[in-house]
């Protein structure tokens, strides 16, 4: 029997949300045929779930800890790109055995401890490099994690919904769906915020997003449309009646009283 997580829930297609995975939960996310998990709480993944992605060849980027962790033997081990994974510059590993992912430290994503402001549920930069990453077709299919499938997460996707034009009361109701009583001011008020046009659309974006532009962009040029014909009535009712006017002024001058 598969068991989701219980906060799972599925995004758009190919993209997932969830709380933090369970080995009981496993054979559900293997069945999704996961490609990349995104974490948004910066704590490390238990062994059982590092093991459970290492074995199911699915990349696991820690963006709270500022790390990306993959299963490329060849990727650096440290921030300076030496091909080195050691703590001491003994050459011994103490996780040897345990896993084989090597972590790079990325240069836009500031390393732990994890910093934001008092109010700030998560960084912009974090928002910012997440969302550029899942909408990035390369990475499908994707699942975004934190430890309750709430807060962090919630937040997350409300910022997504915005670059997606949602309207803000929608944001906020499928929000609440998945906090219930557990929701947060500070969460909403980031998500409204949150200035979208910092992000920058990668090249290969997945087919729901371009399906979507697509059918916003053409219900804008709808709306444009009818407002247009909406202004030209407008304009043409005030020319009637500044003609009937024009009609009526004349007249009175031509048959004085």
Not at 38 to 60: G, H, K
């Amino acid at each position: 029997m598969l068991t989701p997580p219980e906060q799972f829930g599925i995004v758009e297609p190919g993209l997932y949300r969830s709380d933090t995975l369970h080995p009981s939960h496993f054979p559900f996310i293997r069945s999704l045929n996961i490609k990349t998990a995104i974490l948004l709480t910066p704590e490390l993944p238990s062994r059982a779930m590092s093991n459970f992605f290492e074995e199911n060849q699915i990349r696991l980027i820690d963006l709270a800890l500022g790390s990306w962790k993959n299963n490329n033997n060849n990727t650096t081990g440290d921030a300076q790109g030496n091909g080195s994974n050691n703590n001491n510059g003994s050459g011994s590993n103490p996780n040897q055995g345990e896993s084989n992912f090597s972590t790079m430290v990325t240069s836009s994503i500031p390393v732990a401890p994890f910093h934001t402001s008092w109010w700030k549920p998560l960084s912009e930069e974090l928002i910012k490099d997440g969302l550029e990453m899942i909408l990035d077709a390369k990475n499908y299919p994707i699942i975004v994690m934190d430890t309750s499938g709430i807060h962090e997460i919630g937040t997350f996707m409300g910022c997504l919904r915005r670059l997606q034009h949602w309207n803000f009361s929608s944001i906020i109701v499928e929000y609440r769906a998945y906090a219930g009583n557990k929701a947060r001011y500070v969460n909403e008020q980031f998500i409204e915020l949150f200035d979208i046009d910092w992000i920058t659309l990668p090249e290969s974006l997945p087919n729901w997003w371009i399906e979507q532009e697509e059918m916003w962009h053409e219900e804008e040029e709808e709306r444009e449309l009818q407002l247009q014909q909406e202004r030209e009535a407008r304009a043409n009712e005030r020319q009637q009646e500044l003609n009937a006017a024009a009609s009526l002024a004349l007249t009175l001058s031509n048959n004085p009283s």
